[in-house]
């Protein structure tokens, strides 16, 4: 994993093993961390740690990214990106857009109404993958774009508490969501939609990713996204392997 970290002032070794996320650590590890709290110190702005497979590099990871603030962890898996939000269950997890259904999409399948318009040969909506968030409407439809799709939400519409530590929150407030709703029981793709289909929630894409992107920890196999999201300014740099 690659762990991309924020321009704060080289902290010590005691806060990296004050850092460390389980109560017991083995003696490698404890060395690994004072040789990366020895090389921020003397001005190194790029590390790299090759260890087995067993060795237990993720508490490391953590423990620095916990020590030195905002950070982001890039995963080169899926696989990888799981077993850290299982193992940390305070981080956010950002995945990439295959990942979801387009919630206009989804609208039109829980409706009965929905017809793949991209070539899919079977009319079976479970075999039809362009239901996706990666073909969503409003990635190929200027209708739907930025603010045009009224379930995409966006980075500012977010709060946060308990900033910077384990117990942080990222959450939409209530104001903000009855903003969203009002602005979605105007929506002309409503129209044709059952009743009970017509209550507002965020587009589970843009809601992870803005939750992920606000939170001081981020964990993604898809880094070039929180740069383009944040303009996100990398000062030190750890890859881990």
Known sequence: MCLLLSDNQPPTVDDFIRNFPFPTKRDRQSYVLNEIATAFASGYKYILLEAPTG??????????????????????????QTQYARDFPFLKVAKGKNNFICAVKEDLVRNGTYRCGSGCISNNVNECYHTTADYGLCMNNEEFEGKGCKYRTFLKDYKITN?????????????????????????????????????????????????????????????RTFVKQEGASIKRTIDIR
């Open 55 to 80: 060795f237990g590099k993720s508490p490391v990871a953590i423990a620095t990214a916990l020590t030195l603030g905002t950070s982001y962890i890039c995963t080169s898996t899926k696989d990888l």
């Open 163 to 223: 900033k910077g530590t384990r117990e942080e929150k990222v959450f939409v407030d209530s104001d903000t969501e009855a903003y969203y709703q009002e602005r979605h029981s105007q929506w002309l793709h409503l129209k044709n939609l059952r009743e009970e289909l017509k209550i507002w929630r965020p587009c589970e894409y843009f809601d992870q990713l803005n939750i992920a992107s606000a939170f001081y920890i981020k964990l993604s196999n898809f880094f």
